[in-house]
């Protein structure tokens, strides 16, 4: 005769898995973006004096170079966390700004930044104003109805033929 597990035992671990499953669920996701340091540590490894080259050959590539400054290069970290069904927010960001001197390519400054550092932007919420009248939807849709005229001087150039379907 073989014994049955009793009911309430299956709806209990039936829950517990549930459960478990539920909380597995609501942990954050982390991701990382930016300048994937694994051995090396822009803040330590460059040094005042340093070449171009040899910044190159510890770190690699600069995530971004200054627009108007192109001997300013900028190594950019940084880690979001994500909870379930809310936006993603940044809870870690480093900079490492690397300045070289224009004349001899070496190191001038090195510096670190952190999340403490940066500034929201609010945008401006004024409008660029444009010249014209502003369209409804239903008047870009049926405003050039009729308007349009069919060019067949094409087809009147034997050497210009085209293939019709």
Known sequence: MTTRPHPTSAKLALCGAL?????????PTLSHHG????DAKPQTDIKVGDTKESV??????PSQTSVYDP??????DQVSMK??????????RSVTVVDFDKGSDTVKAVRTLSLADGR???PNPNKTPT??????????????????RIDNSKDQDPGNQHRRD
């Not at 300048?35 to 694994?38: E, F, P, S, T």
């Not at 239903?138 to 009729?146: D, H, R």
Request: glycine share 8%.
């Open 56 to 61: 190159l050959d510890r770190l690699g590539q």
């Open 35 to 38: 300048y994937l340091a694994y």
């Open 131 to 148: 010249r014209g009248r502003s369209l409804t939807a239903l008047e870009q849709m049926l405003g050039t109805v009729g308007r349009q």
């Open 71 to 76: 001997t300013e290069w900028y190594y950019i």
């Open 120 to 122: 929201d932007l609010t």
């Open 19 to 27: 459960s478990v499953l539920s909380l597995s669920a609501c942990a």
């Open 83 to 92: 909870m379930t069904y809310k936006m993603p927010h940044v809870t870690s």
